[in-house]
């Protein structure tokens, strides 16, 4: 059981879009920065940096996670997945199709974190609600759309079957979970 | 903002951990999921001299179901316990509590148990804790201790964890034939609770109430059990409730800050109260 001093520079190596990559870093460093300046895989945006705005959403492990409340030292041997990896240039998946095609981004400084976590939320429910897209959504800070494009475009994405023209009764009595 | 340097560790058993809180005490300070203590370091409102990660330690992910509880250990993520059906089957209201913890991203770190070490006096799952009268299994290396909700949260983000302790799991009771009610307002959903309800009701055939237990929190300095002993043996009916409502609402204190005034808290939880209570036959989660 090591013990990495404060001010320590370690070497942490993972899996990042397919490929096993690896930097240098002290305990503190998060992840989010560890993937930007040291990977320059700057695809991944921060903005509030206390897990709140949603920016820096990435997949560890398949799962969406804010890579600004995890340190790099933490993901030694993990699987991650960044904007870099939903397609290869100059393919779009699906769902970055569909945020092009219904204007779902307009700065597109929260775009990268959304899709990451989409990604993860389309894959354990492919054919949600309006309602349950809005409560994902609801882990994301878009300051230009006023969201609705961007659920527009989840749903677009999403299975066939699922709802898209808003008028889907709220699943229970907790009403406040609509508003994003 | 960055967090203040510090040392980590990762250990791999319960052995080790225990080995490292003995050595470093108060200095340590323990990450599982990191969704409260990572704005907190971000924030540089604290500062360990060293980060003790429980990720790696063993057989603390479990979530078993014995002795009329739910028992989730260290490691057991929210998004996990949000989306098992067993777990949602035999105790409602954590799947009821948890659809207001974080948000779907937070939550897929974000641990059971670290929500109750944080004890926040706006958090949910205390609430749901000292509502179904749950329990705490602390351990450090020389004994093993159980604490009742009710003694183990002591205030805002202070609770009777000693600094040698982690939290090695939580027991959630289940209560047979149980309706279960939560509602919470926020100003935004997955942010904190201006004021948050949860009740646990039993009905008897003719639907007169025969043990009803209510909390509140977010209005506090910790989640707060409502004596409500003189609304039973009563029907359940829309009198009964707004009657509940109004009784609470003038007997809960309340308090004043930047989020919310005293008389908006009251206002809230009085609210909240006949809207979880409406029809109250009709609804709730249950256990059979």
Known sequence: MKITGSHEEITVSFILNGQTVSGRCTPRTHLADFLRHQLHATGTHVGCEHGICGACTILVDGKACRSCLLYAIQVEGRSLT??????????????????????????????????MSATDFLAANPAPTEAE???????????????????????????????????????????????? | MKPPAFAYVAPSTVDELLGLLAQYGADARIVAGGQTLGPMLNMRMVSPAVLVDINNVAGLDKIEKRDAAIHTGALVRQRTTFEDRLVGASQPLLPMALRFVGHFQTRTR???????????????????????????????????????????????????????????????????????????????????????????????????????RLGVTGVSDRPLLVDVAGFVRRPATAEWAAELSRYVQGTVPTIDDLHASAAYRRSAVGFLIRKMLADVPYRGGRTP
């Open chain 1, 133 to 180: 897209v809005r409560d994902m959504l609801g882990g994301h800070l878009c300051r230009c759309t006023g969201y609705t494009s961007i659920v527009a475009a989840i749903l677009a994405a999403a299975a066939p079957a699922a709802p898209s023209d808003g008028s889907e009764p709220p699943t229970d009595d907790h009403s406040q979970a609509a508003i994003v």
């Open chain 1, 82 to 115: 960044t904007v870099e990896g939903l397609s290869a240039a100059p393919d779009l998946s699906p769902l970055q199709k569909a945020f092009k095609e219904h204007f779902a981004l307009q700065c597109g400084f929260c775009t990268p974190g959304i899709l």
């Open chain 2, 110 to 212: 974000g641990t059971l148990c670290g929500s109750i070490a944080h004890a926040d006096p706006t958090a949910e799952l205390p609430l749901a804790l000292l509502l179904l009268d749950g329990a705490v299994r602390l351990q450090a290396k020389r004994k093993t201790r159980i604490v009742s909700a009710s003694d183990f949260f002591e205030g805002a983000l202070t609770t009777a964890r000693q600094p040698e302790e982690f939290i090695a799991g939580v027991q959630w009771p289940i209560v047979p034939e149980t309706r279960y009610f939560f509602d919470e307002i926020s100003v935004r959903h997955g942010h904190i609770a201006v004021a948050a309800c949860a009740m646990m009701l039993q009905l008897d055939d003719d639907g007169v109430v025969t043990s009803p």
